[in-house]
C-alpha cells in the first residue's frame, strides 16, 4: 500500500495548476448549498428461461455546504450522507451505503502559495451495518461505533477552482462503543473504546467537467502515524455524473479504502445507477 500511495498521490501533484482570482461577488459572505440525490438500479424477470432473479438496489445522498470567502480568512463546511440498500430475490433488504462524512477547514490568506489551515473531519456510519456473511448475520459498525474524528493544522494550496490539496500534522481519534476491535490495542490486557494517534495527513481534491455535461469528482485521503510511517490509510472517493438532464443523472461511483483496524485487505466499492437530483439551494 505505501507505493500505491504514493502513487495515487503524484497523479494529483501532476495535475495542471493556474493562479486562481477572488470572486468579488462572493466575498465576505455565507454560501450555502444542498443537493439531494436518489439512485437506483432495478432488474425484473417474469417467466425468464435463461435464469436470474430479482433485484431492487436504491441508495439517498446529500451534500450539503455552507462556505465564506472573506478578505483574509475562507471557511469551508462540507456534510456528505450516503444510505442505501439492495435486494436480490426473495432475501431481505441488505444494507450497501452507509455513510456520514464532516468536513472543516478554516484558511489564513496570507498571499504566499500555500496558506495555513486548521481542519476538523469526522467520519462514521449513518446507522447499524452488518456482515451478511455470518449466519446470522453480525453487527460490525454503527453510528460512531465507530467513529473517527481528525484535526489537522498545516498548509493548504488551491491553485484553482477545481484543484486543492492540503498537507499537515493531524491527530486521528477513533470512539466506539460494541465494535471495539477499531480501538482496541491488542498489546494491553484490557479492552479500549477509544484512541488516540498522531500523524501526517494529506488531502486532494478535483471537481473537474470533463465535458459539457460530464462531471468528474475525485477526493483522496492519506494518514499516516509517526510510530508507523511505513502504514497509509486510504481513502479515494471519485464519482462520475453523466448529465441528462436538469433533474436527472447517469452516476458511477468508485471508492478504494485501505485502513488496517477494519481490514488487511483493500476495500473497493463501485457502483453505476440511474439519479434523480434536486437541488435544495
Request: aromatic share 12%; proline share 3%.
Amino acid at each position: 500500500m505505501k507505493i500505491r500511495s504514493t502513487v495515487l498521490l503524484l497523479v494529483f501533484l501532476a495535475l495542471p495548476i493556474t493562479a486562481q482570482k477572488k470572486d468579488s461577488t462572493i466575498l465576505n459572505k455565507w454560501i450555502p448549498s444542498a443537493v439531494a440525490g436518489f439512485n437506483i438500479s432495478q432488474l425484473a424477470l417474469s417467466n425468464w428461461s435463461q435464469g436470474g432473479e430479482n433485484s431492487l438496489t436504491w441508495t439517498l445522498t446529500g451534500d450539503f455546504s455552507y462556505n465564506y470567502q472573506g478578505n483574509d480568512i475562507e471557511v469551508k463546511n462540507n456534510l456528505r450522507l450516503a444510505y442505501g440498500r439492495t435486494k436480490l430475490g426473495s432475501e431481505d433488504f441488505k444494507t450497501n451505503n452507509n455513510d456520514f462524512y464532516l468536513e472543516s477547514v478554516i484558511l489564513k490568506k496570507i498571499d504566499f502559495p500555500v496558506d495555513p489551515y486548521f481542519s476538523n473531519t469526522v467520519r462514521t456510519s449513518l446507522t447499524i451495518g452488518y456482515n451478511y456473511g455470518t449466519t446470522p448475520k453480525t453487527e460490525i459498525v454503527n453510528f460512531f461505533d465507530p467513529g473517527y474524528v481528525t484535526q489537522s493544522i498545516g498548509f493548504y494550496y488551491e491553485p484553482n477552482k477545481e484543484f486543492n490539496t492540503r498537507l499537515g500534522i493531524g491527530v486521528e481519534e477513533v470512539f466506539t462503543r460494541n465494535n471495539t476491535k477499531y480501538a482496541d490495542n491488542k498489546s494491553t490486557p484490557r479492552i479500549e473504546k477509544s484512541g488516540v494517534e498522531a500523524g501526517i495527513e494529506s488531502v486532494s481534491s478535483l471537481k473537474k467537467l470533463v465535458a459539457e455535461n460530464l462531471l468528474l469528482k475525485s477526493k483522496l485521503r492519506l494518514f499516516t502515524r509517526f510510530n508507523s510511517l511505513d502504514v497509509w490509510d486510504v481513502r479515494w472517493d471519485n464519482t462520475i455524473v453523466a448529465k441528462i438532464n436538469g433533474f436527472l443523472n447517469v452516476n458511477f461511483t468508485f471508492l478504494l479504502v485501505y485502513q488496517q483496524d477494519q481490514s488487511l485487505k483493500t476495500q473497493i466499492k463501485q457502483g453505476l445507477q440511474l439519479g434523480f437530483v434536486y437541488t435544495i439551494l
